[in-house]
């Protein structure tokens, strides 16, 4: 059957499914590593699968299509040359970007005309770079000085270690809204000690090199 014939068919017959959700598996990716977005709960009468990205199996977003029965391939607007479906109905995309995140659409022809959707979401992160951390001053005197940290990071997620332990925070102790600044208002000689700040992502993480906190009293 012609791939013109199928496009036809993908909006012409929609079933509703009787077992569990089609899905696309959600997937995180370091960039520049080639992704495979898997699919859950695959019919197994499947015949041809259309890609999307976005939400929705709009034309303007269509990737690909692979057809089992004719064993051919058919290609999208939002096809890139790095793009291809395995007979499984998984989408691999060779050195993804940043570009590359989004939410995705796969669309699942039966053998009976009718067709499942599904969707799914792929992260694409840069690896989280060594943070650089400072302090407005490294030595102070007790109940007079204030000190403010800053970790500054290419992260997601920033947490505080105090003598390579988890900071537990003091009512003096206060954490900007990102969690990169630490602001200790007044200092006291239990705080002195050695700070960190450690910074991940979904697919890596670093530690800062320690600050040294003297207190003076």
Known sequence: MALSVYRVLLF??????????????STNAAEWEDVILRIRNNPPD?????????????????????????NDIGRGPEYTGRETINKEGCLLIKKVTLRDTGMYTVVTLLHNSKKEIGFGRLNVYQPVRVPTLLASITTATENKDAVVMTCYTNAIFTEWLFN????????????????????????????AGHYQCEVSNPISSADSVAIELDVKY
Do not use: C, H
């Not at 206060?174 to 602001?183: A, G, Y």
């Open 46 to 70: 499947a015949s041809g699968y259309f890609w999307y990205r976005g939400e929705g199996a709009e034309d303007s977003r269509y990737i690909a299509f692979f057809s089992l029965d004719i």
């Open 164 to 191: 390579a332990e988890s900071l537990q925070l003091r009512e003096r102790m206060k954490l900007s809204w990102n969690n990169r600044t630490l602001t200790i208002d007044p200092v006291r000689r239990e705080d």
């Open 12 to 25: 012409t017959f929609w079933s509703r499914p009787t077992t569990a959700q089609l899905a696309i598996v």
